[in-house]
């Protein structure tokens, strides 16, 4: 059965919408510096081939694990901090928000850009993603004979 015309329901209601994930700014900051730290706490790890002197004469060749450095986007960020990055993009729009939300990713574009700069991550894919690459256009023009001068 439908609701009346004109009925006043809606007041009964005791909010509008689902609880915000992150009540304050100061408790997004704390998840995001904890995301932030994880990331450095937890390397990627490579492995790689070495030779190992063991003495003299001998050499050995081992399996190491070498860590590499993660890179912080803001996708990993939400996964940490279990929202969608429309969910963080809707903490931006929050005025109350805007400085940590702007912190985030001003601290997420310098360490990929520090990183990428002293050859810690891949220049090329983080060029591409902080929109760094050079753009070049080149035209091409062939000149078309005229009908008459074959």
């Known amino acids: ?9 809606y007041k009964l209601r005791s909010k509008d919408g ?6 304050t700014p100061e408790a997004l900051s ?3 510096n904890e995301y932030f730290s994880w990331c450095l ?8 081939v070495q030779k190992i002197k063991i003495n003299r004469d001998e050499e050995e060749i081992r399996l190491v694990e070498v860590p590499k450095m993660r ?8 996964n940490y901090i279990d929202i969608s990055v429309k969910g963080f ?4 729009e929050r005025e ?6 702007t912190r985030a990713r001003q601290i997420i574009y310098n360490q990929k850009f520090e990183g990428a700069a002293s050859g810690f991550l891949n220049a090329n894919i983080i060029a591409r ?3 760094l690459v050079d753009k070049s256009e080149s035209k091409i023009q062939v000149e078309q004979p005229l009908f008459g001068d074959e």
């Open 41 to 48: 706490s937890n390397p990627l790890m490579e492995t790689v």
């Open 1 to 9: 059965m439908a609701a009346l015309k004109g009925n006043d329901y």
């Open 71 to 78: 890179a912080f986007t803001i996708q990993g960020l939400c």
């Open 96 to 101: 109350d928000f805007i400085p940590v939300t």
């Open 18 to 23: 689902r609880d915000l994930i992150f009540e």
């Open 129 to 131: 993603d902080l929109g």
């Open 30 to 32: 704390n998840a995001c």
């Open 89 to 92: 993009n809707l903490y931006e």
